[in-house]
């Protein structure tokens, strides 16, 4: 079975510009969450959507980061315009649901605002 | 606000040793999670403690969780350096979905 997988690994962009991540969940896990770890910091909630709907964005950093869900497959963050604090590696994770679930993590997307 | 802390930060430790690392939160929560990260990979889900006085155990690893002290350890038996890598503990909080993560503690086996 194919785990959360994330694109691209890396990508290194000027500030001012547009990058937008891509992940793919695990088929049938109807909960996908972003999260963010910026250097040497812990590791940090976005947001949270059961199937295409914004269960929870409380994390988003501001009005730069957009999240979506179209048709509550894959997910996008997109950063517009990317500032230098915005590096680091964002990770999505899925789940299917219910009390204690196990969160499946992709293996993230590391970002560089130069 | 929530805050979750991991000590320590750093662990370097021989072979066939025993160490523990411990996690401590603030506030309220009877769902803790311990994930190990090699370098460049996903978080794997190690444990899910859902109640007080919850202890699991896979290979040399152990976690338990004390709600009332609000604190949960891994304990390492016998290290091999296989088990070098990066150990976060996370709390959910209310039941929420939302993980609160710790530092990391970042794991070295050396023979």
């Known amino acids: 079975e194919a785990g959360v997988t994330q694109f691209p690994s890396h990508s290194v962009i000027e500030k001012g510009q547009t990058v937008t991540l891509r992940c793919d969940p695990i088929?049938?896990?109807?909960?996908l969450y972003w999260y963010r770890r910026v250097m040497g910091k812990e590791i940090k909630f976005l947001l949270h959507?059961?199937?295409?709907?914004?269960?929870?964005e409380s994390g988003m950093p501001n009005n730069r980061f957009l999240a979506e869900r179209t048709g509550g497959t894959y997910s996008t963050l997109k950063v517009q315009p990317a500032e230098l604090e915005d590096s680091g590696v964002y990770f999505c994770a899925s789940g299917q649901g219910g009390a204690g679930e196990k969160l499946f993590f992709g293996s993230g997307t590391q970002l560089s605002v130069l | 606000e929530l805050k979750v802390e991991q000590n320590p930060l750093f662990l370097s430790m021989q072979e066939g040793k025993n160490y523990t690392i411990y996690c401590n939160y603030s506030?309220?929560?009877?769902?803790l999670y311990w994930y190990r990260q090699d370098p460049g990979k996903s978080l794997e889900s190690l444990f899910v403690l859902l109640s007080n006085g919850a202890v699991k155990q896979e290979g040399r690893l152990m976690a338990s969780l004390d709600t009332k002290a609000r604190l949960s350890t891994l304990h390492i038996t016998a290290a091999v350096h296989d088990l070098s890598a990066t150990y976060f503990c996370a709390v959910d909080i209310n039941n929420t979905d939302k993980l609160i993560f710790g530092t990391g503690t970042r794991l070295q086996v050396f023979p």
């Open positions: 959507f059961v199937k295409e709907s914004k269960q929870d």
């Open positions: 088929s049938g896990h109807d909960n």
């Open positions: 506030t309220t929560s009877d769902r």
